[in-house]
């Protein structure tokens, strides 16, 4: 039996989130085409017959502009420490640049077997692949260097036979039936931010946060309410989300709706307000609120 942390890093807008809801069969992390989604470190475990595999998603590693972005880049870099295996994903669909030189820079300082993953191929043509493999086989001896799609699934069960085959002897760390540690209103935080995202325009994606004021839930009615507000950092980006006559909160709070009613199995009631909070990436308060709070493994 074997058992482990694998971590999974890279640049904003690499893939790991995809990587990450692909491999444990569930949507832990949301997913957008905005850089910087994920925000906060995301456990997922998975159970094989003969391995129980503990996949960490981080957020993307960036230069950080404020509070948040640095407490983002210090969960991803605190997720190269003491782990077992370490996944470095590389979107192969983008032009390399001095973050991909950063992060392989740090990757050198790192002890574990290092797994390369060239994710995105399905976008680019694979006369294109044999170069930026020697590429990076140049730069760190990786232990095994995999070209995937993280979202049609191509070669992801090769990858993870790679992680269980590095993972050290033990036991499981977790029960079977544990998927993640991620509180549930942080998720359900996410899941309102994932419609944000994905409804409204690009200003505002760096600028906005969403916090669950309250959660409570009537087992006996099936029913959860949830009373949440979304954070904007200027007046002028209030209008933006509430929309025309709350068109677009509207919208937003029935998109979210439908996933968390899946989520929780229950009929979901979703109270959500738009305020403004100047400097909210910078609040110690906000940023613990959200999950941004490095933390010890083991």
Do not use: C
């Amino acid at each position: 039996m074997k058992s482990g942390f694998v971590s999974l890093i890279g640049r904003p807008n690499a893939g790991k989130s995809t990587l990450l809801n692909r491999i444990v069969g569930h949507k832990l992390a949301i997913v957008s085409d905005k850089p910087q989604t994920t925000r906060t470190r995301i456990v997922g475990v998975k159970n094989y017959e003969d391995a129980q595999v503990v996949f960490i998603d981080t957020p993307g590693v960036h230069k950080p502009t404020h509070r948040m972005n640095v407490r983002m880049v210090d969960l991803a870099l605190e997720a190269m420490r003491e782990v077992d295996v370490l996944a470095l994903v590389v979107d192969v669909s983008a032009t390399p640049g001095p973050g991909d030189r950063y992060l392989l820079s740090l990757v050198k300082d790192v002890t574990a077997p290092a797994i390369l993953v060239l994710n995105k191929v399905d976008l680019v043509a694979k006369p294109r692949l044999l170069p930026t493999i020697d590429r990076y086989r140049q730069e760190h001896p990786f232990v095994e260097i995999v070209p995937v799609s993280a979202s049609d699934g191509t070669n992801v069960d090769v990858l993870e036979r790679l992680f269980r085959q590095y993972l050290p002897e033990g036991e499981p760390l977790y029960p079977p039936d544990y998927v993640t540690d991620q509180p549930e209103t942080l998720f359900v935080a996410e899941i309102v931010r994932e419609q944000v995202l994905q409804l409204t325009r690009d200003e505002l994606p760096f600028s906005t946060a969403v916090v669950v004021d309250r959660f409570e839930e009537a087992p006996a009615q099936q029913l959860v309410r949830i009373y949440g507000t979304i954070l904007v950092e200027r007046e002028s980006q209030k209008p933006i989300v509430v929309g025309r006559r709350g068109a677009m909160i509207k919208q937003i709070g029935t998109a979210a709706r439908v996933e968390l009613e899946r989520f929780f199995g229950a009929r979901v009631y979703l109270d959500l307000r738009v305020k403004v909070k100047s400097e909210w990436r910078d609040d110690e308060r906000v940023l613990d609120e959200m999950g941004l709070q490095p933390r010890n493994r083991r």
